[in-house]
């Protein structure tokens, strides 16, 4: 829709202009900020032309861009040993968004938009993926995606940041993995969606989104036993209320999720 | 900023924050419509450098360069792109409003991606056809047929639109340019019950483009409602154009005329307004209680409000018989009580009316509306104006299901175009569609029945509560309705029914297709079922020695009722429950899956609807000749996906003997007939329908008649009297000579009218099946088999009325399994986008087995019944039974969530 407060969008070339008046947001592909009434919203910096490369893999990292569209990201190619890889596109179709909005929607804004239900929060939590950041000082910081993205609609970002990057270690897409997605229809919005990934050194983790308000990861060194992640499971206190589901029956299922990606990565039944 | 759109450059000036949705239509790309301006409906898909994006949420300051592809550059009527001619072949639309986006999307599939049109279409919503038409489309099967000449009915003949709506030409209500145009912006109560004390609008009026602020100073003193009836009497006289008074959140306080929609809304936000706050009421059972806050308490009896002082705005209470005497001594009784909650129409096309002043001063009002002559009618009423100085028309309808029943733009619309003088447009947003505009009603029904030994009813009795909202449009047919068919259906010695309409602080509840029907054979299907296991008889067979029989009078709690409803000698209930049973014993629907969690199970439920809504429903139409052989009708009922144009032109073509092609087709515009109640109440095709059909057999013989004048003076010969004159395409036929239709004409006009009062009226009937799996640690329902057999009489398009059943089922697993309209107790919505409303994907719905009865109505055209509310009522049920079949447990309350279901389970 047309966003009717909005007086100006500037389009950046460098970092330099990269910086954000009162009443000034980021714009990644806009499929969020534009399907909404945006109150206060008077201006937007649009980051699309700021040239960064979508995707970057070396032997140890991939780098993906926070303006890289969900689009780009669903055609990479699977490189040897990513056992990992299947899971960008569970993870693309987990979101509500069609793959029309794929062409347009960016993986940092999806992240950034910190929704319970964000796939690619997902996805780069799932990966232990680091966040990268632009400071306002011209800097740069990095965090756990897990860590960034702190409650509904809240990130860690403060004034004048932006999210420049998303950084996964290809350690972690070799590493095995698991999923499973409910909505309250076939392709809605996610109740819950909850993976597991066991790296080559046998290390364990759980990752629950959308069933809670932010990201909740259990980690375990080995595969746990069902009495242990049961118990980690049952420690995880606040479960996310919205039209998509009620807090009991995302906790009843990401339970019974949890205990069959175990059982997938090797636990014991 | 320059683009190309359908390689054709354009040059534009582009507003910050403006989308490429909007600037389409601003340059006159019609064919990209808005659904939903939120990125979730698709209607607005197009290709921009060749990939499918959603132009509403697109940002048009990056089009710089860009190519962009609407439908309309995929292919033309007279060179249409494949799928274009697919859609049209496989009749892959109703009212066709999500068509092109449909059509965009699907335009960018390679033969494997139609494996996975679940996925792929996720972000296409179609609220008509339940999908599977599209899937044929995409799938290049051909659905309809060319007619042999005067054989039209029976045959799957093609929408007339057809090949306009997939290539993007046919308008709706705003593809059209208006010079000078204003729009209207409205600011909306931001509190559930309030007085306005103060509104000052200076500020408003001062802003640059800003012409006319409108408040309840403004507003015409008249009473009067949404809800639109044949007897303006129906419905209580509750509302204002602009009252004093707010009674739910968003109701309008003020309205901006501005000169574009950024600076109407922009200029809301200045209206400085100081609020009394009211005390309010949000449930229906508080509402009615003493001491609750009153909604209407100043209102007369001349506003038809039963009880303002209790908030009731309708109730009725009757027994025949000994209820509780009779429950005492049954062999087998059930009680319960279930929960509907409210459900948006969610047509693809929201509510929006243009209005202006024609040349000759007359108000000229363009409508998405099921009711143009009625809109007109009360437009006058309110308005004091004569019926001569108002005209309304729709264009095609994007989509009604009852929410277009009602009168919801036009007024105000009315209010500034009369003062101005200048052509003014208000359009819904799809967030006004969720707070706004009225819905299903939701209803609380306790059933309690009984049954003898041998399973026969000994008594029946319904207590219905039904939250009307804020205002009572609709709220005393829906109650009355409700009640109606749903207990009249089955025979018992004793019923009895309690029923109230309230008054709450929350949106106003109105018309949604059944018509309050759905809601409570959602109960008494589910109590006869509960039943049936009670009395160890199987459910067709329960159903089988209760159900009323041809001749049986049709009683809801007064035996000696006098009515106009009657059977038609047309009953088919009984085919209809056996056909359905026969296809549950024979093979077929999806393998059910595998694995310990899933419970399966079987369920049924049945209903019946009278052919057309009580105490008259009036069409008054004309059939002309025209020179070239070509028919010209004009007939007032709308089109918006019912397809009763298709089968207008059927009708008039058989009576003629021609093709439907030679029939042009004039409708719902005030102008063009001389009245005609509306397109609801399924009345398209058995009263304007059958009205048509009076008027071509009357032209028919005007013609014939004609004809043997013109032979006559021909050849002085008396005798060719007695010769055989038969109407052809062309002409007339007398002997061997035709006698051409530009002969015929050139004797003056041949033009013949028809007309239907509407009554008396019939029953139809729809039974239901399905076999479903449930996973008992989820709560998810897989849908394995559906099935509906219903009884339409002579079934004029079989496609069509195929589409019909297909999308009313489609509709009703929303309401059964998914949709929900959530309130937070204060009255707010917070569904109020598609992306929190699970409105059905192509993901989310079965394919259904239809099948028809083999019955004829002796009251409908040709034999036909209406079918197009009908096959929504008896869904929710037949799943509830199914569900229930396969857990031992029985879900009250729609949606039968995963959420709710599971936690069902979990409490055992």
Not at chain 2, 477 to 485: F, K, L, P, Q, T
Request: glycine fraction near 10%; aromatic fraction near 6%.
């Amino acid at each position: 829709m047309d966003l009717i407060t909005v007086q100006q969008i500037r389009v950046p070339a460098t970092r330099d202009e990269v910086t954000f008046a009162p009443g000034e947001r980021p714009l990644g592909g806009g499929t969020w900020l534009f399907s909404e009434p945006q109150e206060g919203l008077t201006g937007l910096v649009d980051l699309t032309a700021l040239g960064w490369e979508p995707l970057t893999v070396t032997d140890d990292l991939l780098t993906v861009a926070a303006t890289c569209t969900i689009a780009e990201l669903t055609r990479l190619p699977a490189h040897d040993g990513w056992a990992a890889h299947p899971l960008i596109a569970l993870c693309a179709d987990s979101l509500l968004a069609s793959w029309k909005i794929w062409n347009v929607a960016t993986v940092g804004g999806n992240v950034a938009l910190a929704l319970p239900a964000g796939a690619m929060t997902s996805l780069m939590s799932t990966l232990d993926a680091t966040a990268v950041i632009w400071t306002a000082d011209g800097g740069e910081r990095r965090m756990p995606v897990t860590e960034f993205v702190t409650d509904v609609r809240v990130t860690r970002l403060a004034p004048g940041e932006v999210l420049r990057a998303l950084e996964v270690r290809t350690a972690a897409l070799r590493s095995r993995t698991a999923f499973r997605r409910i909505a309250l229809s076939p392709l809605g919005r996610s109740g819950t969606l909850v993976t597991g990934r066991r790296g080559a050194d046998g290390e364990t983790v759980i990752t629950i989104t959308a069933g809670t308000p932010r990201p909740v990861q259990l980690r375990f060194d080995e595969v746990p036993s069902e009495r242990a992640l049961a118990d980690a499971m049952s420690r995880i206190e606040e479960w996310y209320d919205d039209p998509h589901g009620s807090p009991d029956w995302r906790r009843a299922v990401s339970t019974l999720f949890a205990e069959e990606i175990r059982q997938e990565l090797g636990g014991a039944a | 900023m320059r683009f190309e759109v359908n390689g054709t450059p354009l040059d534009v000036e582009v507003e910050p924050g403006q989308v490429l949705r909007t600037l389409l239509r601003e340059n006159e790309h019609y064919e990209v419509k808005k659904g939903c301006d939120a990125g979730d409906c698709g209607a607005c898909s197009v290709l921009v450098d060749g990939d499918a994006v959603h132009s509403c949420i697109y940002p048009a300051h990056r089009l710089e360069g860009r190519s962009v592809t609407t439908v309309a550059g995929l292919g033309s009527p007279d060179h249409p792109h494949p799928l274009q001619q697919a859609f049209v072949a496989a009749a892959g639309f109703q009212c066709g409003f999500c068509t092109a986006g449909m059509i965009v999307t699907a335009s960018t599939f390679s033969d494997a991606d139609r494996d996975d049109l679940p996925r792929l279409l996720k972000g296409n919503l179609c609220r008509c056809t339940g999908y599977r038409s599209i899937h044929d489309a995409i799938c290049g099967v051909t659905n309809t047929e060319t007619a042999p000449t005067g054989e039209a009915t029976g045959h799957s003949v093609r929408a007339p639109a057809g090949m306009r709506v997939a290539t993007g030409r046919e308008e709706y209500t705003l593809d059209h340019t208006t010079t000078g145009l204003l729009h209207l912006a409205v600011l909306g109560s931001p509190h559930p019950h309030a007085r306005i004390v103060s509104i000052d609008t200076s500020a408003a009026e001062a802003m640059p483009g800003v012409e006319l602020v409108l408040t309840h100073l403004d507003s015409p003193a008249t009473l009067f409602s949404t809800g639109r009836h044949e007897s303006r009497n129906d419905d209580p006289d509750d509302t204002l154009v602009l009252d004093p008074v707010l009674r739910f959140r968003g109701q309008r306080v003020a309205a901006v005329v501005a000169d574009s929609v950024r600076t109407a809304q922009l200029a809301t936000e200045r209206i400085v307004v100081e609020y009394e706050l009211l005390p309010a009421v949000f449930d229906p059972e508080q509402a009615r209680a003493q001491g609750a806050p009153l909604l209407h308490a100043d209102k007369g009896m001349e506003s038809r409000i039963a009880a303002p002082e209790r908030n009731t705005v309708a109730e009725m209470h009757g027994e025949t018989g000994d209820v509780e005497a009779a429950l005492a001594t049954s062999a087998a009784t059930v009680e319960g009580t279930w929960r509907t909650q409210r459900v948006s129409h969610a047509s693809l096309e929201t509510h929006a009316t243009r209005g202006w002043l024609d040349r000759d001063g007359r108000l000229v009002l363009r409508t998405s509306s099921q009711v143009p002559y009625l809109v007109r009618d009360e437009i006058c009423h309110v308005f004091a104006l004569h019926p001569d100085h108002v005209r309304v028309f729709t264009a095609r309808v994007g989509g009604g299901f009852g929410g277009k029943q009602e009168l919801l733009t036009e007024d105000i619309v009315t209010l500034a175009v009369l003062r101005l003088g200048r052509p003014v447009q208000y359009e819904f947003t799809r967030t006004d569609e969720f707070t706004i505009a009225p819905t299903r009603h939701p209803m609380r029904v306790t059933v309690r029945a009984g049954a003898d030994a041998e399973g026969r009813l000994t008594a029946l009795a319904v207590d219905q509560l039904m939250d009307t909202g804020a205002y009572g449009n609709h709220g005393i047919g829906v109650m009355y309705h409700s009640v109606h068919e749903s207990v009249s259906v089955y025979r018992a010695p004793n019923k009895r029914v309690d029923a109230q309409s309230v008054y709450t602080n929350n949106l106003p509840s109105g018309a949604f297709r059944g018509y309050g029907l759905g809601q409570v054979i959602f109960a008494i299907e589910s109590a006869m079922d509960e039943l049936a296991r009670r009395c160890g008889l199987d459910p067709f067979e329960f159903r089988r020695r209760n159900v009323i029989t041809p001749g049986e009078p049709m009683v809801v709690v007064d035996p000696g009722e006098v009515t106009d409803l009657g059977y038609g000698n047309s009953y088919g209930l009984d085919q209809c429950l056996d056909l359905v049973q026969d296809a549950l014993r024979t093979p077929g629907g999806l393998t059910p899956p595998s694995g310990p969690r899933w419970r399966l199970g079987t369920g049924v439920a049945l209903a019946m609807i009278a052919t057309m809504p009580p105490r008259g429903h009036f069409a008054d139409t004309t059939v002309e000749l025209l020179a070239d052989g070509d028919y010209s009708i004009g007939v007032g009922t709308a089109e918006f996906g019912n397809g009763t144009t298709t089968v207008h032109g059927q009708l008039v073509a058989s009576a003629l003997g021609t093709t439907p092609d030679r029939v042009r087709i004039r409708q719902s515009d005030t102008d063009v007939a001389r009245y005609d109640t509306g397109a609801f109440g399924s009345a398209g095709v058995v009263v304007a329908g059958k009205a048509l059909l009076a008027a071509s057999h009357k032209l028919a013989a005007a013609m014939r008649e004609r004809a043997l004048r013109l032979v006559d003076a021909e050849r002085h010969d008396e005798s060719l009297r007695d010769e055989a004159a038969g109407v052809v395409p062309g002409g007339v036929r007398v002997g061997d000579r035709l006698v051409t239709a530009a002969e015929l004409v050139a004797a003056g006009p041949l033009i013949a009218d028809g007309s239907h009062d509407g009554t008396p009226r019939s029953v139809a009937f729809n039974v239901h099946a399905f076999q479903v799996a449930v996973d008992e640690a989820t709560g998810e329902v897989q849908i394995l088999r559906s099935i509906q057999a219903a009884d339409a009489g002579t079934v004029l398009n079989p496609e069509q009325l195929r589409g019909q059943i297909e999308g009313g089922t489609a509709q009703a697993i929303g309401t059964a399994l998914y949709e929900e309209m959530m309130l937070d107790g204060e009255g707010r919505v917070i569904t109020d986008a598609f992306r929190n409303y699970r409105t059905p994907k192509f993901s989310d719905i079965p394919v259904t087995e239809v099948l028809f009865a083999d019955t004829f109505d002796e009251l409908g055209p040709l034999g036909a019944k209406s079918m197009s509310e009908a096959p929504y009522n008896p869904v929710a049920p037949a799943l509830a039974n199914a569900i229930r079949d396969a857990l031992g447990i029985r879900p009250q309350e729609l949606p039968m969530s995963r959420d709710r279901l599971w936690r069902m389970i979990a409490a055992g």
